[in-house]
């Protein structure tokens, strides 16, 4: 893991995970809202929903996933990266992924947890290459099984993966 990789000294901001937290407990408002009041969501325009799903985990285990995956990657990840970096991964590669998923007719949430997949493997990679190779192929399989084979939410996480990788790599995760 990431946290092995580097130094005692560095391991972000006193050892916590504030960011990690606040987005775990963002998902879990996002659950609320989508469970127990589903017809807020109707008077959402498309942009609206699309930006929304960012934090929708579509269901208890949905949720329950999600907020696991961004525990075990999200707390890593939050190590060596800076704040701006990680909720820029988080938000941006969920968007994508939401509008891609959008696009191909589909309908879902928590995409943003392969977006910080994705930087995970890039910061990863500059540790440790076959590790990081690895743990891709790992990801792809959970995706292609999640995905339940449904084309549109395969390309959904896919498109959140790459672009938190594109994201980590441009803006210089792990690079502290």
Known sequence: MLANSRSRG???????????????VLEALGWLVESFFPGLLFHLTRVELILFATIMP???????????????????????????????????????GATVMTIMGGVGGALAAFGLAGAYVYAMSRYNYGAAVRWALFLLLINVL??????????????????GLGLAWTTGVGER
């Open 10 to 24: 560095s391991a972000g901001w006193n050892g916590n995970h504030r960011v990690t937290i606040a987005l775990i």
């Open 58 to 96: 579509g269901g208890l285990l949905g949720l329950i996933f999600a907020g696991f995956f961004i525990w075990i990657i999200g707390s890593q990840l939050e190590m060596v990266a800076r704040p701006w970096q990680y909720l820029l991964v988080f938000f941006g590669s969920g968007i994508v």
């Open 146 to 163: 999640l995905s339940g084979f449904q084309p549109a939410i395969l390309l959904g996480m896919a498109g959140a993966f790459g672009t």
